[in-house]
C-alpha cells in the first residue's frame, strides 16, 4: 500500500509491513483483529540480539517492547527495583516494570505518526526504534549488575 494513496484512512500496520520489508528488514507479523505484531531482533551493544516486539493498535496508537531479563528471583526483586526506579528517573523515553513472573519489560508508547511521505514516515520509525533500543541497551548492565550482585541472603 503506498502513502502518498492516502485519502485519510489507511493501514498503518501494513505501511510499518511495506517499509520494513524495503528496509529488509528481519521481522515476523502477527496479526489479531485489532493489533498488528511486528517481531524483530535487533542489535544493541550490550544485547546482540534484542528481540523487540512493535505493536500497532488500531486505536492510533503504537508500543514497543522488550524484556531485558527474565525469571528474576524473588530475593533480587528489591534491588531491581531500585534500580528500575533510578531508571524511570533517568530516561524519559521508555519505562521500565517487573511482571509477576519475574521479567524486566522495557516499554515505549507512541501514537502513531501521521504523514502522507513514506520517506518521513521512514524516519520516524526507524527513529524511534533506534532511540528505544539505544535507551534499553543502556538500562541493560545496570539491571544486570544488580541480578548478578544480589546473593540470596540479601532478601531482606
Known amino acids: 500500500m503506498a502513502v502518498n494513496d492516502f485519502d485519510g484512512e489507511f493501514d498503518f500496520s501494513q505501511v510499518v509491513e511495506d517499509i520494513f520489508n524495503k528496509l529488509n528488514m528481519h521481522f515476523e507479523t502477527i496479526k489479531s483483529d485489532d493489533t498488528t505484531v511486528f517481531l524483530m531482533p535487533l542489535s544493541a551493544k550490550n544485547a546482540p540480539s534484542l528481540n523487540v516486539k512493535l505493536y500497532v493498535f488500531e486505536n492510533d496508537s503504537m508500543q514497543v517492547r522488550s524484556y531485558l531479563a527474565k525469571d528474576v ?81 540479601e532478601e531482606d
Open 73 to 153: 528471583k524473588d530475593y533480587q526483586r528489591n534491588a531491581i527495583m531500585s534500580v528500575i526506579n533510578d531508571l524511570n528517573n533517568h530516561y524519559r523515553y521508555i519505562t521500565l516494570s517487573i511482571d509477576d513472573d519475574g521479567d524486566v519489560a522495557a516499554v515505549y508508547d507512541s501514537f502513531k505518526f501521521v504523514s502522507e511521505d513514506e520517506t518521513v514516515l521512514t524516519k520516524q520509525l526507524i527513529r524511534m526504534l533506534y532511540t528505544v533500543s539505544e535507551v534499553m541497551d543502556q538500562c541493560i548492565p545496570p539491571i544486570m549488575k544488580a541480578i548478578w550482585s544480589t546473593k540470596k541472603d
